[in-house]
């Protein structure tokens, strides 16, 4: 099966400029997560999508982040606007569902850098 | 606000085991052990999990003290692919909620 695709796979923008991140996960699996991973740290859950609903979103940064996922198919990550701290990679991830006993699969990432 | 603790790095020769360690003191009767890797410029990959027996796999097998509150996974022939951030995750067995520290970076020399 085709895995979890994430684009663009590299961004550089100035601060308080805008971007987005799109995701497709693999087919037919219900739940989506964003994750972002700063340099020399694990990744750290952002949002959490069950079909196009969101499940938890208590990390996300919301007066600058914000995501959706309107057909339960892919999802865009947008910053706006973004500031230095920014810079990471954000992860996308599916699976079939909630409590999907093999985990989660994942993209490669988007790896942004804020100048 | 990983529940787990492990060694920052590590190294291993190539063909030898890797045998990399995880303390979850902390974990509860519903929680699952999880490990995943992390290669350079790749996304996290699923290696093995498991709640209170031993697993293994293709890639590695899993070592549960009885009382739960550690782990060991065993890589039983490194090979130089194998050098990567690996990540031992503590999961409630009833949703994906996967909380990731910083790992244990593994280096397997020649």
């Known amino acids: 099966e085709a895995g979890v695709a994430q684009s663009p796979r590299y961004k550089i923008i100035e601060k308080r400029q805008s971007v987005a991140f799109w995701c497709n996960p693999i087919s037919g699996h219900a739940t989506l997560y964003w994750y972002q991973q700063i340099l020399g740290q694990g990744p750290k859950l952002l949002i959490q999508?069950?079909?196009?609903?969101?499940?938890?979103d208590s990390q996300l940064p919301k007066d600058r982040f914000s995501a959706e996922r309107l057909k339960g198919v892919d999802s865009t990550l947008k910053i706006q606007p973004a500031k230095l701290e920014d810079s990471a990679v954000y992860l996308c991830?599916?699976?079939?569902?909630?409590?999907?006993?093999?985990?989660?699969?994942f993209g490669s990432g988007t790896r942004l850098t804020v100048v | 606000d990983a529940k787990t603790t492990q060694p920052t790095s590590m190294d291993c020769a190539e063909g030898r085991a890797a045998n990399l360690p995880c303390n979850h003191s902390?974990?509860?009767?519903?929680?699952?052990v999880y490990w995943y890797r992390q290669i350079h410029s790749q996304g996290p990959q699923y290696i093995i999990h498991g709640l209170k027996n031993n697993e293994t796999n293709e890639m590695a097998s899993l070592i549960i003290t009885e009382d739960r509150k550690s782990s060991t996974l065993i890589l039983p022939h490194a090979t130089l692919r194998d050098t990567a951030v690996y990540y031992c995750?503590?999961?409630?067995?009833?949703?994906?909620?996967?909380?990731f520290g910083a790992g244990t970076r593994l280096t397997v020399k020649p």
């Open positions: 902390t974990i509860s009767g519903n929680e699952y």
């Open positions: 995750i503590v999961r409630p067995r009833n949703n994906n909620d996967m909380r």
């Open positions: 991830a599916s699976s079939p569902d909630q409590d999907s006993y093999y985990g989660y699969t």
């Open positions: 999508f069950q079909n196009n609903g969101v499940v938890d």
